[in-house]
């Protein structure tokens, strides 16, 4: 630096924070009492801040002090900026405790629509000032946005060929998948299904990418077939209705037709020979710092999981 730049200057905090316990007391010994400070610690700390300033902050009257002009605006900048200080530290609190912030969580479509919403409950009753953005998709989606930093973490059903190693996987429940039909298809009347039936034509499937599909195909595939779906749609709402009509069969996870089974306007049967049951999974990235929020409500989702600072 040039030597002809002077340096620019700063009024040091600490002294400011004196003068405005002084402005508030109007008084140099009341304010000595209350910083727990010498009365003349107080006299030369207001004497360096007035020489920092270069204006005069205070008039002594008395036993007491008036404030200057100079110090009617000083103790009015004061007041604001160690107000906001406070603000700050509450703030920086409820981020550390969880009390405030952002949480960012995908979300398979069925945990999505059949278990997230009474999570989101528990936890907003508890924690009401945190946002949280909560994203609905597939699998498929929710893993590539985890991994891509998008999300604190994800919350998905079923398997996949390869997990990623950047990934952390935590099983947090299980669910089963069950054959749904219209009360009055044909097979409505039979104890059970084989699996050579639902090969070709006659099925109701998700997308690719969904968890749903990939646990029908690997737990066809492991009886050597392939199934040669009627229709592909996107939504499991979209596939009930779809049924309901008598359009054709599928295979749901049971969250998601527990109420049209207690109406009647599906029925369950039996198949045979296939295992259905899958397994609900919260995932996140291995290298993610997790806020303390966030952490809060993964162990909401997984209470097994021990929580820290570095998670």
Same mark, same amino acid.
């Given at each position: 630096? =040039?030597?002809?730049?002077?340096?620019?200057?700063?009024? =040091?905090?600490?002294?400011?924070?004196?003068?405005?316990?002084? $402005? =508030?007391?109007? /008084?140099?010994? /009341?304010? #000595?009492?209350?910083? !727990?400070?010498? @009365?003349?610690?107080?006299?030369?700390?207001?004497?360096?801040?007035? @020489?920092?300033?270069?204006?005069?902050?205070?008039?002594?009257? *008395?036993?007491?002090?008036?404030?200057?002009?100079?110090?009617?605006?000083?103790?009015?900048? $004061?007041?604001?900026? !160690? $107000?906001?200080?406070?603000?700050?530290?509450?703030?920086? &609190?409820?981020?550390?405790?969880?009390?405030?912030?952002?949480?960012?969580?995908?979300?398979?479509?069925?945990?999505?629509?059949?278990?997230?919403?009474?999570? +989101?409950?528990?936890?907003?009753?508890?924690?009401?000032?945190?946002?949280?953005?909560?994203?609905?998709?597939?699998?498929?989606?929710?893993?590539? %946005?985890?991994?891509?930093?998008?999300?604190? !973490?994800?919350?998905? &059903?079923?398997? +996949?060929?390869?997990?990623?190693?950047?990934?952390?996987?935590?099983?947090? *429940?299980?669910?089963?998948?069950?054959?749904?039909?219209?009360?009055?298809?044909?097979?409505?009347?039979?104890?059970? +299904?084989?699996?050579?039936?639902? %090969?070709?034509?006659?099925?109701?499937?998700?997308?690719?990418?969904?968890?749903?599909?990939?646990?029908? &195909?690997?737990? !066809? $595939?492991?009886? =050597?077939?392939?199934? %040669?779906?009627?229709?592909?749609?996107?939504?499991?709402?979209?596939?009930?209705?779809?049924?309901?009509?008598?359009?054709?069969?599928?295979?749901?996870?049971?969250?998601?037709? @527990?109420?049209?089974?207690?109406?009647?306007?599906?029925?369950?049967?039996?198949?045979?020979?296939?295992?259905?049951?899958?397994?609900?999974?919260?995932?996140?990235?291995?290298?993610?710092?997790? #806020?303390?929020?966030?952490?809060?409500?993964?162990?909401?989702?997984?209470?097994?999981?021990?929580?820290?600072?570095?998670?």
């Amino acid at each position: 630096m =040039n030597e002809g730049i002077e340096k620019e200057k700063s009024m =040091n905090l600490s002294h400011v924070r004196v003068f405005l316990a002084v $402005a =508030n007391a109007e /008084h140099i010994t /009341h304010a #000595s009492q209350e910083l !727990f400070v010498s @009365q003349s610690a107080v006299s030369k700390t207001i004497h360096a801040l007035e @020489q920092e300033t270069g204006v005069q902050l205070i008039e002594r009257q *008395g036993r007491g002090i008036v404030l200057t002009p100079a110090g009617r605006l000083l103790q009015t900048y $004061a007041s604001q900026l !160690f $107000a906001m200080e406070h603000e700050m530290e509450k703030a920086v &609190e409820a981020l550390r405790t969880g009390d405030r912030g952002e949480i960012f969580i995908g979300a398979s479509k069925t945990t999505g629509t059949y278990l997230l919403p009474e999570l +989101v409950s528990r936890f907003r009753g508890r924690y009401p000032q945190v946002e949280l953005h909560i994203r609905i998709l597939n699998s498929q989606e929710v893993m590539q %946005q985890t991994l891509d930093w998008q999300l604190d !973490f994800g919350l998905i &059903e079923g398997e +996949v060929p390869l997990w990623p190693q950047e990934l952390a996987v935590e099983v947090f *429940g299980k669910d089963e998948l069950v054959l749904v039909l219209a009360p009055t298809h044909p097979w409505a009347l039979r104890d059970a +299904v084989p699996p050579q039936a639902l %090969q070709e034509g006659v099925l109701l499937l998700r997308e690719q990418g969904s968890g749903t599909r990939f646990i029908i &195909e690997q737990a !066809f $595939a492991r009886l =050597n077939m392939q199934i %040669q779906p009627l229709l592909t749609l996107p939504e499991n709402d979209i596939i009930k209705e779809m049924v309901i009509a008598e359009i054709g069969v599928a295979i749901l996870p049971f969250a998601t037709v @527990q109420r049209e089974l207690k109406s009647g306007t599906l029925v369950r049967i039996p198949l045979l020979g296939l295992d259905l049951h899958r397994q609900l999974r919260i995932i996140r990235r291995v290298n993610r710092r997790l #806020s303390r929020a966030a952490m809060i409500f993964y162990q909401l989702v997984h209470p097994d999981t021990q929580m820290s600072d570095g998670m």
